[in-house]
C-alpha cells in the first residue's frame, strides 16, 4: 500500500549541511506517523526524528536537537530531513519509515536507505 523511497545523500565535510527526501507513493493517511532512523556499521539501528503527517508536532532525539529539522509536504507526499552542523558520528545510513496507523510505537512501512557520510 505504501511505499518509500529516500534520496539526497552522500559526503559532506563536517560542518556541512544535507537535505534527506523521503518520497511515499500510495495513500498516507492524516494520523500516521512519519519519522527518520539511521544505522551505522556494527551499531543498533536509532531514532532520529519524527513528525505527524496532519500538523506539525515534532520530536528529536537528543544527538541531533538543534541541528536537525524534519518537515512534510503533503502536496508531494514527501517528508524531509534537514540536517545541518553534520558530524562524523552522524556518518550512517539514514532510513525513512511510516507507522501508518498512528501508534507512535510500530513503523510497518521502510525504505531502503539513503547513505549519509561525513568526513572530519
Known amino acids: 500500500q505504501v511505499q518509500l523511497v529516500e534520496s539526497g545523500g552522500g559526503l559532506v565535510q563536517a560542518g556541512g549541511s544535507l537535505r534527506l527526501s523521503c518520497e511515499a507513493s500510495?495513500?498516507?493517511?492524516?494520523?500516521?506517523?512519519m519519522g527518520w532512523f539511521r544505522q551505522a556499521p556494527g551499531k543498533e539501528r536509532e531514532f532520529v526524528a519524527r513528525?505527524?503527517?496532519?500538523?506539525?508536532?515534532?520530536y528529536y532525539a537528543d544527538s541531533v536537537k538543534g541541528r536537525f529539522t524534519i518537515s512534510r509536504d503533503h502536496a508531494k507526499n514527501t517528508v524531509y530531513l534537514q540536517m545541518n552542523s553534520l558530524r562524523p558520528e552522524d556518518t550512517a545510513v539514514y532510513y525513512c519509515?511510516?507507522?501508518?496507523?498512528?501508534?507512535?510505537?510500530?513503523?510497518?512501512?521502510w525504505g531502503q536507505g539513503t547513505q549519509v557520510t561525513v568526513a572530519s
Open positions: 500510495g495513500r498516507i493517511f492524516s494520523s500516521a506517523i
Open positions: 519509515a511510516a507507522d501508518s496507523r498512528g501508534t507512535w510505537s510500530r513503523y510497518d512501512y
Open positions: 513528525i505527524r503527517w496532519s500538523g506539525d508536532s515534532t
